[in-house]
C-alpha cells in the first residue's frame, strides 16, 4: 500500500540552526501538506502546497519556514532559524487533489527536538 | 476553532463494538465529516469520511444524522490495536486544511 515518507524520524538540532525536514508523498498526489503538533497539543496545520506554491498557510507558518519541491518526488519543511518552541512532531501529508471529498494520507512524522 | 465536539475518552471491550459519537450542529451542506485517528504520537491515519450517505468500509462504519448535526462512527469488533484518539474533523468549504480538536481517547480493555 502507497504511504508518505518522513526523514529522519529523529532530529535534534540547536536553537538557531537551519533545519530540513523531507517528506516523499504518494506518487500520483498533487497536493502536500505539513502539521505539527506539540507534545500534548492538538495536530496543527502548517501550510499547503499545490502546483508549486503555496495554496494556504496558518499564523504559524512565518517567514522561518519555507516550504518547497525539489524534485518530483520529495517535499521539504525548511525552518530557517530555529527556536526552543519549534520542538515538535511535524507530519507531512498528501491528497490526490483539494477538492472536498477527498482523503489525505499522513506519514509517521519527524520528531524535531530544538536544544 | 474545531466544528466538532466529542467527548473526551470511552472504553470499550474487546471484541465489542466502539460507537464513537460526535457533534457538529454548525456544518454547511456541503462540508464532509472526516474520522482519523492517532496512535502514540504516530501521524494521523485516515478512516472513513462522508458528506449525507452512511458509509463503510474495511475499518469501519460512519452514520451520519438525517440533519447532519451529528455522527457516529462505529468500530464493530474493537481490538487492542484499535486504542487511540478519534477525531472527527469537518473539512471547511474551499480550504485545503484538517482542523483538528482534541478528539476522543478510545481505550480498548481485554
Known amino acids: 500500500e502507497p504511504e508518505v515518507t518522513q526523514t529522519p524520524s529523529h532530529q535534534v538540532t540547536q536553537m538557531g540552526q537551519e533545519v530540513i525536514l523531507r517528506c516523499v508523498p504518494i506518487s500520483n498526489h498533487l497536493y502536500f501538506y505539513w502539521y505539527r503538533q506539540i507534545l500534548g497539543q492538538k495536530v496543527e496545520f502548517l501550510v499547503s502546497f499545490y502546483n508549486n506554491e503555496i495554496s494556504e498557510k496558518s499564523e504559524i507558518f512565518d517567514d522561518q519556514f519555507s516550504v518547497e519541491r525539489p524534485d518530483g518526488s520529495n517535499f521539504t519543511l525548511k525552518i530557517r532559524s530555529t527556536k526552543l518552541e519549534d520542538s515538535a512532531m511535524y507530519f507531512c501529508?498528501?491528497?490526490?487533489?483539494?477538492?472536498?471529498?477527498?482523503?489525505?494520507?499522513f506519514g509517521q512524522g519527524t520528531r524535531l527536538t530544538v536544544v | 476553532d474545531a466544528k466538532t465536539t466529542q467527548p473526551p475518552s470511552m472504553d470499550c471491550a474487546e471484541g465489542r463494538a466502539a460507537n464513537l459519537p460526535c457533534n457538529h450542529s454548525?456544518?454547511?451542506?456541503?462540508?464532509?465529516v472526516y474520522w482519523y485517528r492517532q496512535i502514540h504520537s504516530q501521524g494521523p491515519q485516515y478512516i472513513i469520511h462522508?458528506?449525507?450517505n452512511n458509509e463503510t468500509n474495511e475499518m469501519a462504519s460512519l452514520i451520519i444524522t438525517e440533519d447532519r448535526k451529528s455522527s457516529t462512527l462505529i468500530l464493530p469488533h474493537a481490538t487492542l490495536r484499535d486504542t487511540a484518539v478519534y477525531y472527527c474533523i469537518v473539512r471547511v468549504v474551499n480550504t485545503d486544511k484538517l482542523i483538528f480538536g482534541t478528539g476522543t481517547r478510545l481505550q480498548v480493555f481485554p
Open positions: 501529508a498528501s491528497s490526490e487533489s483539494g477538492a472536498a471529498g477527498t482523503e489525505a494520507f
Open positions: 462522508g458528506l449525507k
Open positions: 454548525t456544518i454547511s451542506g456541503n462540508e464532509y
